[in-house]
């Protein structure tokens, strides 16, 4: 089993910043591409931003030139920087690994979510 925990959430106020982490533990052969998604109430969840194994980075348009993801790969770990908030940012951010648990089997595994509050 793989397990996903993040941490970094919380309230700021519009303008600020918060950076998210996401660690993933358990039976890992290897990681390909770790993500970023976010579920505001009443809306569909979203990808926020990807990161591949080799580093390329690809973002939604309403967060580029502010957030930031990267990953440090001999943690197992995500990151996203988020500057410049804004209270549409509010929502739940969840983390996403697609795993290579052993040779050839592959499975997309989450986090429990984060809530990310940013008032106005």
């Known amino acids: 089993q793989v397990q996903l925990v993040e941490s970094g959430g919380g309230l700021v106020q519009t303008g600020g910043s918060l950076r998210l982490s996401c660690a993933a533990s358990?039976?890992?052969?290897?990681?390909?591409?770790m993500a970023w998604y976010r579920q505001a109430p009443g809306k569909q969840r979203e990808l926020v931003a990807v990161i591949t194994s080799g580093g390329s980075t690809n973002y939604a348009d309403s967060v580029k030139g502010r957030f930031t993801i990267s990953r440090d790969n001999a943690k197992n770990t995500v990151y996203l920087q988020m500057n410049s908030l804004k209270p549409e940012d509010t929502a739940v951010y969840y983390c996403?690994?697609?795993?290579?648990?052993?040779?050839?089997?592959?499975?997309?595994?989450w986090g429990q979510g984060t809530q990310v509050t940013v008032s106005s």
């Open positions: 358990g039976s890992i052969f290897s990681i390909n591409a």
């Open positions: 996403k690994a697609v795993v290579q648990v052993v040779v050839g089997l592959i499975n997309d595994y």
